[in-house]
C-alpha cells in the first residue's frame, strides 16, 4: 500500500472495524484442517546440480524431457515414504464420522486437484477429529496418460526445480452430508542439493509453551474462571531456527535462516494474534506473545483447547495442544 | 429652478462615457481563434494561435441618446451595459443589452450606441471587427441654459458658487486593494463639478465652500454617495470605498476561442475554488468533468476514459508534475490561488503535448497584479495557505504562495492510545509552494510588434510520512520513514513579431524519493534538464503552422540498502519468511527524450483540417525507442454557435526510468505504451454563457504496462524476474455529455453524463476482455453555485455513478494452503458483479464580509449531505465465505477561513 492512501486507509479500517465479520479465525468451531506435517518435510536428492536442471529447457510451457541421470535420481528420491499427518480440528461435530481423500495432483495452483489429466487419488477413507495419519509416496505416481507425475509437476513449474520440486499433495475432508468440506492443500519439496553444504529440512518441534511467564507442561490441564486473559509465549527456540541455503535465480547461494512462525487457536474465546513471528522487510523478527481471552456471552463451564502449529517456512510443521478447564 | 432629466453629454465624449472597457473578441469570419480577456492570451496555446489586439477602437463620434420620458419624470436613473460590435471600418454593426434594466433605457441606449462612430481595431495590426463592452450612464442633472433662449435678468440662471474649495483623494475597491479607474466623481449633480479617476483611481474634484452631495458612479460598482461641507480654500483628501457588483467573483473566461480538440474543458479560478466536495483543489474538480471515472473514497486520481491514472499527465506551465497529490490521498500540489486556468483533455490533445495514452491537464499559472499589491490566506481543516502578488515595477510583476500542512499536529490528539502502553506516531507533513516573476508588457496592455515577455517560475512539493508504533502489546516495532521532494524551475521567453509567434521554455528539475524501513532504506535522486520550444506561423488566413520541440534530458541514481527478496531474487515458498542478509543495491539510468511536433491548420469557409504529427526518439539505459504519432482533428462549423468536431490519432507514453533498471527490479524491455484515440462531437452555444457538448469516443490501448512478475529461465539454468511487461491491452468507448452554465455574475454550474465501457484484457491470461476495476457505467455530476444577497454564495454538487465491478463470491467448500496458513476464495466470473450505486449531495456555504481593505470569506464544505451508505471496497472473511462492504465516507464537515486583500 503505497503511503499515498494512507489515511484513506486507515479510515477505511477504522470503518471496517464497525461493520466487519464475527467469525475470528482464532476460534475454532466448526470443520477445520490447521496443520498437516510430513516426515520428513522435505527430500534432498544428492549430486543433482543445476547443470542438470538447464537441460530442462526455458519455461515455455511446452513439452519437455528429463535426462535420465536426473530421472533416475528423482525416482529414488520419490519413492521414499513419507508420513503425512494431518490434525482435523471438528468440535460443532462432537465426533461425528468425517469422510477423506488424498490426493496429489501436478500444479500448486490447482487448490482442489481437479485439472483434468493433472492428478492422482492415493486413498480415502473415513475418520473423525483429531489426528489422521496416513503414508504416501507422492512423487512416485504417475498420471492417469502413464507420466510420470513428476515430470509434469516440472513441466508446469515456471522455475524448473529451482526451488525445488513442489508436488501438491491434497487432503480433501467432508462430513458425510457434505454440508461442511475442506480442501487442504501442503507441498511435498524434493529439493536438488545445489550446493555441497546443504542440509535436508528437519521439522520444527515447540521446545515447550509458557503462560503469563511460567512454563506449561503439556499434560496439566489449567483452570481459570470468568474474564480472566492468559498471556501465552512459547519458551525460547531461537537456537533451534535452522540455517539453510538456496539457489538464487543467478545459482548463487543464498544464505537464510529459519523464522519460525506460530498460529495460534482456541475451541473457546479468542486469540488477540493469529500469527506471531517470521521476519519482515524491516529485517525484525516478530516476537511470540499472545493473549487468549474468554467468550464473554458464555453461561456454560467449557473444556478449551488451545492448538499451537509452527511453521519452519520450508514446508516444515508440527503443534502442540494445551487444555484449560474454563468456568464463567 | 426645478431639475429634469436628460443625459448628461461629456464634453470629452471618450474619457467620460466610458467607463470601464472591456475587450472581448470575437470570431466574425471562420478561421481565427479568438482571446478572452484582451490580449493575456497571445502566446501560443493548446496548439491554437491566439489573436492580439494590437490597437484598440476609439470613438469618434458620440451620440446622446433620448432621456427615457416615463423614467425622468419618477426621477429614474440607471446605468446599461451594452455589448457592441464593431466592424473593420468603425461602424457599429450591432448592439446588445445583456442584462436589460428597463424603464425605456435599454431602447435608448441601443439607438444612440448604434449611431456611434469609432476608429477601427486593429488584431496583429490589421484592421478587424471587435466586440467590445460598453456602459451609458443616464444621470440626473440640471439641464444646461438653452442656447438661443433669452433669459429674462430675473430668472437668469445661477451660475453656481465659486469653486474655491479642492476634493482630492483615490477610488478604491471596497474589500481589496484594487483601484477604481474611470470613475465619475461629482457634487450636487452640477455638470461643471465632476472629475474621472485615472487608471490609479486618483482623481481631483473643485468643489464650491459649503455642503457637498458627492457622489461617484463606476461601472460595475454600486453608486457611492457621501456628504462633505468644505470651508472656503480647504482640500482633503479622501479614499472612497466603492462596492463592487461582482465581489469575489473573478473576471469571467468566455473561451469562445475555437479549439480544435473535440473536448476540452477550460476551468476558471473561481469554479477551481468554490465547487463543493473538492477542498478548493483544481485537479479534483476535473473528476466533476464527462470521461472522468470517480475516484474511491476522497482521493483526487484522474481515471481518464478508462485509462490508469499515471496514464493521464498533468502540467504546469508546460512541464510536467512528477508527483501530482501529497501524501495520505491530500490535496494536489496545484494551488488553486496560483492558478490562472486549468485546461483539460481527456484524449484527442494537439501534437504539443505527449507521453502520455491518456488525457492531459495544462495548468496555467498566474501573473503578478498590475496595479497594487494583493494577497490572501486560508485556513482550513488541513492546511494553511497564503498568496501574494504584486507589481515590482512598469513592467516587472512577482506572484507566490505557500502552503503548508498541520496534520501533524492534530493527528496525535485523535489517535488512539494503546491501553497496553505502547506508543503510536503518525506524522504527515507537506508542504508546496509557487513564485513565479514576469517581466514585460501588463496583461491587457497592447504588445508591441517585436516585444518580449519573460518570465521566471520555480514550484516545487515536499512530502514526509512518519509512522512509528513501538512498545505496548506489539510483537513488532514499526518505524517508517517516507519523504518524496521536487522542485522546478523554469524559464519563459515569448516573442512575436509580424505573423510569427514564439515561446521558448527551459526549464531544470530535481526530485528526490526516500523510504526507511527498519534496516532497510532506499533513496532514489533525479536531475531533469528540458527545454519546450512552440512555434506559430500565420502563413496566411487560411493557413496556421504550428512547430516545436519537446526534449529533456534525465539522470536517475537509486541506492538501497534491502534484505534478499524473496520471489524476486530466489523462489519463494509458500507462508516463508526467513531472516535474510542485506544487499546493496546502487543503479543509474540515464534518460534522453526528444520529441518534435508539427501541426498546420487549413481553413476552407466552414471547414478546418488539422493534421499533426509528433516524432520522439529516446535513449533510456542505452536502449532505443523510438514513436512516430500521427494525429487528425477535423472541424466543421455549418453556423456561427455550433461546430462539428471530429479526431482520431495515436498517443504514445514511455515507461518510467524506474521501470527499466535492471531486472529483478525492473523490466528494461519495456517498450512505449501506445493508444489508439478517436473522437466525434458536437458543441452548440446558446448564449454567451450556456453551451452543451455532446461527444462520443473509442479508444484502444496497446502494449499496457502491468505488472506480470515473469520469470525466464536461460538456457544456462538461471532465471531472469521481470516485474513488469507490456502484455496489456485495453479499449474504452462511450459518449458523454456536459451542458454547462459558464462563470458568470451570480451563476456558475453544469450538467456532466458520461455512459461508457472501459475493459481490459492480459495476453497470457485472459481469454476475453473484462471490465477495468474502475468501469463506471453512468456517471453523472451536477454542479451549480449562485451568489445570494448579503455576502453569502451557495454551491452544491450531486453525484449518482454506478457501482464497482466486482467477482461475485461462490462459497462451496474452504480452500486452505497448509504452509502458508491461508485461504483462497472461490469467484464466478471476473467483475460480473457491481457493488451498490453511489450517490451523494455536498454543499458549501460561503460568506463574505467585505471590510474596507480585505474581505473575509468564511466557508462550509460538507461532504455528503443526506449521509448516503456508499459501498467503497468489498473484503471478506478469512475463509471466504462472506462478503463485507467497505462504507464510503460518512457526512463530513469542514470549516475553513480566507482573508484576500
Not at chain 2, 490572501?376 to 488541513?382: F, G, M, R, V, W
Request: glycine share 8%; charged share 20%.
Amino acid at each position: 500500500m503505497s503511503a499515498r492512501a494512507l489515511v484513506p486507509a486507515v479510515v477505511a479500517l477504522a470503518l471496517v472495524a464497525c461493520v466487519g465479520p464475527d467469525d475470528n479465525p482464532t476460534t475454532v468451531k466448526d470443520l477445520r484442517v490447521l496443520g498437516i506435517r510430513f516426515e520428513t518435510p522435505e527430500v534432498l536428492i544428492n549430486e543433482c546440480n543445476v547443470g542438470l536442471l538447464s537441460a530442462l529447457g526455458s519455461a515455455d510451457g511446452g513439452t519437455i524431457t528429463i535426462p535420465p541421470e536426473l530421472l533416475q535420481k528423482l525416482a529414488v528420491a520419490a519413492s521414499r515414504p513419507i508420513k503425512m499427518t494431518s490434525l482435523i480440528a471438528d468440535p460443532a461435530g462432537a465426533g461425528r464420522p468425517l469422510k477423506y481423500r488424498v490426493v496429489v495432483c501436478a500444479n500448486p495452483n490447482d487448490r482442489r486437484c481437479t485439472n483434468e489429466g493433472d492428478f492422482v487419488e492415493l486413498l480415502r477413507g473415513e475418520t473423525m477429529a483429531g489426528e489422521l495419519s496416513v503414508t504416501v509416496a507422492p512423487g512416485a505416481v504417475l498420471l492417469p496418460d502413464g507420466t510420470p507425475l513428476l515430470q509434469e509437476v516440472i513441466t508446469q513449474d515456471l522455475y524448473k526445480g529451482l526451488g525445488g520440486f513442489r508436488v501438491p499433495v491434497l487432503l480433501d475432508v467432508q462430513t458425510l452430508d457434505g454440508a461442511e468440506h475442506v480442501y487442504a492443500q501442503k507441498l511435498m519439496v524434493y529439493m536438488c542439493r545445489f550446493f555441497p553444504e546443504m542440509e535436508e529440512n528437519q521439522t520444527p518441534v515447540l521446545p515447550g509453551m509458557t503462560i503469563a511467564g511460567a512454563p506449561w507442561p503439556a499434560d496439566e490441564v489449567k483452570d481459570f474462571t470468568g474474564t480472566q486473559e492468559i498471556t501465552l509465549e512459547p519458551e525460547d527456540f531461537t537456537a533451534l531456527q535452522e540455517p539453510y541455503i538456496l539457489p538464487s535465480f543467478q545459482l548463487q547461494p543464498v544464505y537464510l535462516v529459519e523464522a519460525w512462525k506460530v498460529a495460534w487457536y482456541t475451541t473457546l474465546g479468542t486469540m488477540d494474534n493469529l500469527s506471531t513471528g517470521g521476519s519482515d522487510f524491516s529485517g525484525q523478527v516478530g516476537r511470540h506473545r499472545n493473549t487468549w481471552k474468554p467468550d464473554a456471552t458464555a453461561t456454560e463451564p467449557k473444556d478449551v483447547t488451545l492448538t499451537f502449529v509452527v511453521r519452519d517456512g520450508r514446508g516444515g510443521e508440527s503443534w502442540a495442544q494445551r487444555k484449560i478447564r474454563w468456568t464463567p | 429652478m426645478g431639475q429634469s432629466g436628460y443625459v448628461r453629454p461629456s464634453p470629452e465624449p471618450l474619457r467620460s462615457t466610458v467607463l470601464r472597457f472591456f475587450v472581448a473578441f470575437v470570431l466574425l469570419s471562420a478561421g481565427l481563434a479568438v482571446a478572452e480577456e484582451g490580449v493575456r492570451r497571445e502566446v501560443v496555446d493548446a496548439g491554437v494561435h491566439i489573436p492580439v489586439l494590437t490597437k484598440a477602437p476609439e470613438l469618434l463620434e458620440f451620440v446622446q441618446a433620448d432621456y427615457p420620458p416615463e423614467a425622468k419624470a419618477r426621477d429614474l436613473a440607471a446605468s446599461v451595459r451594452l455589448v457592441v460590435t464593431i466592424d473593420e471600418k468603425g461602424e457599429v454593426l450591432d448592439a446588445q443589452v445583456p442584462e436589460p434594466v428597463g424603464n425605456g433605457f435599454d431602447e435608448a441606449a441601443v439607438a444612440a450606441v448604434k449611431r456611434f462612430r469609432f476608429s477601427p481595431a486593429e488584431v496583429d495590426f490589421k484592421p478587424s471587427p471587435v466586440q467590445i463592452e460598453y456602459v451609458y450612464h443616464f444621470v440626473l442633472a440640471a439641464p444646461e441654459p438653452d442656447a438661443g433662449v433669452e433669459v429674462a435678468p430675473d430668472e437668469a440662471p445661477d451660475a453656481g458658487p465659486q469653486l474655491d474649495a479642492k476634493l482630492t483623494g483615490k477610488t478604491l475597491v471596497r474589500g481589496s486593494r484594487g483601484f477604481v479607474p474611470e470613475a465619475l466623481v461629482l457634487c450636487d449633480e452640477r455638470p461643471d463639478v465632476v472629475a474621472t479617476s485615472d487608471a490609479e483611481g486618483r482623481f481631483a474634484l473643485d468643489v464650491a465652500a459649503g455642503p457637498c452631495h458627492v457622489r461617484v458612479v463606476a461601472a460595475g460598482f454600486f453608486v457611492f454617495q457621501t456628504d462633505e461641507t468644505f470651508a472656503p480654500r480647504e482640500t482633503r483628501e479622501v479614499n472612497l470605498y466603492l462596492i463592487e457588483k461582482v465581489e469575489g467573483m473573478q473576471t469571467v473566461v468566455r473561451g469562445k476561442r475555437d479549439k480544435k480538440e473535440v473536448v476540452s474543458v477550460t476551468i476558471s479560478r473561481d469554479e477551481a475554488q468554490k465547487v463543493p466536495g473538492t477542498f478548493g483543489d483544481p485537479v479534483r474538480v476535473i473528476q466533476n468533468f464527462p470521461g472522468v471515472a470517480r475516484a474511491p473514497f476522497i482521493l483526487g486520481q484522474l481515471i481518464v476514459r478508462g485509462a490508469n491514472p499515471s496514464q493521464t499527465l498533468t502540467f504546469f506551465d508546460g512541464v510536467q508534475i512528477p508527483i501530482l497529490f501529497h501524501v495520505g490521498g491530500g490535496p494536489s500540489v496545484v494551488n488553486a490561488e496560483f492558478l490562472d486556468r486549468l485546461d483539460f483533455f481527456p484524449g484527442g490533445f494537439g501534437a504539443r503535448y505527449g507521453r502520455a495514452v491518456g488525457g492531459v491537464v495544462d495548468v496555467q499559472s498566474r501573473r503578478g497584479a498590475s496595479d497594487t499589491w494583493h494577497g490572501s490566506a486560508k485556513i482550513d481543516l488541513l492546511d494553511t495557505a497564503l498568496f501574494f502578488q504584486a507589481p515590482i515595477t512598469e513592467n516587472v510583476s512577482i506572484a507566490a504562495a505557500a502552503r503548508r500542512s498541520y496534520i501533524d499536529a492534530l493527528l496525535p490528539l485523535v489517535l488512539p492510545k494503546d491501553p497496553n502502553g505502547g506508543s503510536l506516531l503518525v506524522l504527515p507533513v507537506y508542504w508546496d509552494y509557487q513564485v513565479r516573476l514576469d517581466v514585460g508588457a501588463k496583461p491587457g496592455a497592447p504588445r508591441k510588434d517585436g516585444a518580449s515577455d519573460f518570465s521566471l517560475f520555480v514550484f516545487g512539493s515536499d512530502d514526509k510520512l512518519q509512522v512509528v508504533a513501538t512498545g505496548g502489546a506489539r510483537n513488532r516495532d514499526v518505524t517508517v520513514d517516507f519523504h518524496t521532494t521536487f522542485h522546478r524551475l523554469v524559464g519563459g521567453w515569448t516573442y512575436r513579431r509580424g505573423n510569427v509567434t514564439t515561446k521558448l521554455t527551459p526549464y531544470v528539475g530535481y526530485d528526490l524519493a526516500k523510504v526507511n524501513f527498519g534496516i532497510s532504506n532506499l533513496t532514489a535522486n533525479q536531475w531533469t534538464a528540458g527545454l519546450r520550444e512552440d512555434l506559430a506561423f500565420d502563413i496566411s488566413k487560411h493557413v496556421t503552422l504550428r512547430l516545436g520541440a519537446d526534449i529533456y534530458d534525465q539522470a536517475l541514481i537509486g541506492e538501497a540498502e534491502l534484505p534478499v527478496i524473496s520471489g524476486t531474487q530466489f523462489v519463494e515458498f509458500p507462508g516463508s519468511d526467513p531472516q535474510v542478509g542485506i544487499q546493496r543495491v546502487t543503479k543509474t539510468l540515464n534518460t534522453f527524450d526528444g520529441a518534435l511536433f508539427a501541426e498546420a491548420d487549413f481553413k476552407f469557409g466552414p471547414f478546418t483540417l488539422t493534421p499533426g504529427m509528433r516524432a520522439s526518439y529516446a535513449l533510456i539505459g542505452g536502449r532505443v525507442r523510438y514513436a512516430a504519432d500521427p494525429r487528425l482533428w477535423v472541424r466543421f462549423q455549418p453556423w456561427d454557435h455550433t461546430a462539428i468536431k471530429g479526431s482520431i490519432g495515436l498517443y504514445t507514453q514511455p515507461p518510467s526510468a524506474a521501470s527499466l533498471v535492471d531486472p529483478p527490479f525492473g523490466s528494461p524491455n519495456l517498450v512505449h505504451e501506445k493508444a489508439f484515440q478517436s473522437a466525434l462531437g458536437v458543441s452548440h452555444r446558446f448564449t454567451d454563457f450556456i453551451n452543451l457538448d455532446v461527444t462520443g469516443f473509442f479508444n484502444r490501448r496497446y502494449d499496457n504496462i502491468i505488472n506480470q512478475n515473469q520469470a525466464v529461465v536461460q538456457p544456462d539454468g538461471t532465471v531472469v524476474t521481470y516485474r513488469e511487461s507490456n502484455n496489456g491491452l485495453g479499449r474504452a468507448y462511450g459518449l458523454e455529455v456536459l451542458a454547462r452554465h459558464e462563470v458568470s455574475k451570480y451563476f456558475f454550474g453544469w450538467i456532466a453524463y458520461t455512459l461508457s465501457r472501459s475493459e481490459e484484457y492480459r495476453a497470457g491470461r485472459d481469454t476475453a476482455y473484462r471490465v477495468t476495476q474502475f468501469d463506471q457505467t453512468h456517471i453523472l455530476t451536477v454542479v451549480a453555485s449562485v451568489r445570494l444577497p448579503y455576502g453569502f454564495e451557495l454551491g452544491a454538487r450531486f453525484r449518482y455513478v454506478t457501482g464497482q465491478p466486482k467477482s461475485p463470491l461462490i462459497h462451496d467448500a474452504d480452500v486452505y494452503q497448509a504452509d502458508s496458513n491461508s485461504f483462497s476464495g472461490s469467484f464466478g466470473p471476473s467483475r460480473s458483479a457491481r457493488s451498490k450505486d453511489f450517490n451523494q449531495l455536498d454543499i458549501r456555504l460561503d460568506k463574505y464580509f467585505v471590510f474596507e481593505r480585505w474581505t473575509l470569506d468564511v466557508y462550509l464544505d460538507v461532504q455528503n449531505v443526506y449521509w448516503a451508505k456508499n459501498v467503497e471496497a468489498t473484503f471478506y472473511d478469512y475463509r471466504f465465505r462472506q462478503e463485507f462492504e467497505v462504507p464510503g465516507i460518512p457526512i463530513l464537515p469542514v470549516l475553513g477561513v480566507k482573508a484576500s486583500f
